[in-house]
């Protein structure tokens, strides 16, 4: 008998491993993703399908389903690579294209009717190329907040969900070809693993590893259902929440707001590392990646019980943007919610830096123009031609001072 029973146990204390999976931390995560092994993990390198590889193997730790093609963790997809904006996507299977991203999705199963997809973006720029912001040697791009930061975080909130809110099943999708122009998510929504009309909503990730000591979180598409704004608000204790209604935006949210999903974006802002190798691990506030982690699980865990939510069009913001045909040379600081554009980085060699412009003023006027906030900003600036000259005033520390702009 007891030869019998001793394997017994063995076997369901190895189930019982395999279930729970190991904890693994946020901070091991982003040391892998955003190590210079992988060399910027750019969509179709060698490199990209080493982070791919790594993604699936804690996946599957975790316990979640594959759900790719063909019962793998891989949904890959072939394309011609077009880095116009304005230029339709060209999808092939022939095999004569010049790339191939592979999407990484996992499936927790909790026999719901619904499906709430958690997703973002592993991909980044690699060397560098044409998203760089970077002026020198070529170098790695490790792209920690953007977006080891975010995947970080999918993994974390799939582990705690495979004991927690089992209303809906969740889909939790790590996307290629972001940084391309949301090919991977925009390849998913046409070509979806799981039943596009069961999917409830949709919860993006990118850049969140940077939260300031303000606690600023931005939250993007809470138009997009009536209920997102109550539960937003009912479920925050830590953070100042900047809250934006359109749920088009330049991530992966966007190619599900479009199939008529409600979305949600989470975003820490932007910052004088983004898209130059200086994005590193070291800089991320890892305990402001566990609070937003918490929260999205606090968001989640207030929908459990909701059943479907009420999906409504948005104001596509992106349609108003001015077309300008110079810049000042600045990372505004898109989470700032006084009067004015605040700059929150600068430019080497650009007309910001050549003004002596700093990083925390506050333009408040450019030419003739008032500024007030970002779209004030964008007219103002799309009034001017190369070599134009004009002033600017910014506000520092509470003291205006002008200076001279030339474009």
Excluded at 75 to 104: A, C, L, M, W
Excluded at 130 to 136: A, D, T, V
Excluded at 193 to 211: A, C, F, H, Q
Excluded at 375 to 397: E, P, Q
Aim: charged letters at 25%; hydrophobic letters at 35%.
């Amino acid at each position: 008998m007891k030869k019998i029973i001793l394997p017994i146990f063995f076997i369901i204390a190895l189930a019982c491993k395999k279930e729970s999976g190991p904890k693994v931390t946020i901070n091991e995560d982003v040391a892998f993703l955003a190590s210079d092994s992988l060399e910027g993990r750019e969509t179709g390198t060698a490199n990209e399908i080493k982070a791919a590889d790594y993604l699936q193997q804690r996946m599957s730790e975790i316990g979640l389903q594959p759900k790719g093609k063909e019962d793998t963790y891989f949904q890959t997809f072939s394309f011609k690579s077009k880095r116009d904006p304005h230029q339709e996507i060209e999808y092939s299977v022939s095999g004569d294209s010049t790339i191939t991203g592979t999407n990484v999705i996992g499936f927790l199963d909790n026999q719901a009717t619904s499906t709430i997809v958690i997703g973002a973006h592993y991909d980044h720029l690699g060397l560098g190329g044409e998203g760089s912001l970077y002026r020198g040697e070529t170098a790695i791009h490790n792209g920690a907040d953007d977006n080891a930061s975010g995947v970080a975080l999918l993994l974390s909130l799939a582990y705690e969900l495979k004991e927690n809110n089992t209303g809906n099943n969740y889909l939790f999708i790590a996307f290629s070809g972001e940084e391309m122009g949301l090919l991977g998510s925009n390849y998913f929504t046409k070509n979806p693993t799981v039943d596009i009309s069961e999917i409830n909503y949709m919860i993006n990730m990118d850049m969140v590893g940077r939260l300031r000591k303000d606690s600023t979180l931005s939250v993007s598409g809470t138009g997009t259902s009536p209920i997102w704004n109550q539960v937003l608000n009912a479920s925050n204790t830590d953070f100042k929440l900047v809250l934006k209604p359109s749920g088009v935006g330049p991530s992966d949210h966007t190619s599900f707001y479009l199939q008529d999903i409600p979305v949600l974006h989470f975003f820490t802002g932007q910052h004088e590392d983004y898209h130059k190798p200086s994005d590193d691990a070291e800089k991320l506030n890892y305990k402001g990646m566990e609070m937003i982690s918490d929260y999205i699980m606090a968001v989640i865990g207030e929908l459990d019980d909701d059943g479907e939510l009420v999906f409504k069009k948005t104001k596509n913001e992106s349609e108003e943007v001015p077309r300008f045909k110079v810049a000042l040379g600045v990372i505004p600081d898109y989470l700032f919610d006084g009067k004015g554009m605040r700059i929150d980085g600068i430019s080497e060699d650009k007309p910001a830096q050549k003004a002596r412009l700093q990083k925390g003023d506050v333009v408040i006027q450019l030419g003739d123009s008032t500024v007030v906030d970002m779209m004030s900003y964008m007219r103002a600036l799309s009034v001017f031609d190369i070599g134009d000259v004009t002033k600017v005033i910014v506000d520092r520390n509470g003291e205006k001072i002008e200076a001279e702009i030339t474009f």
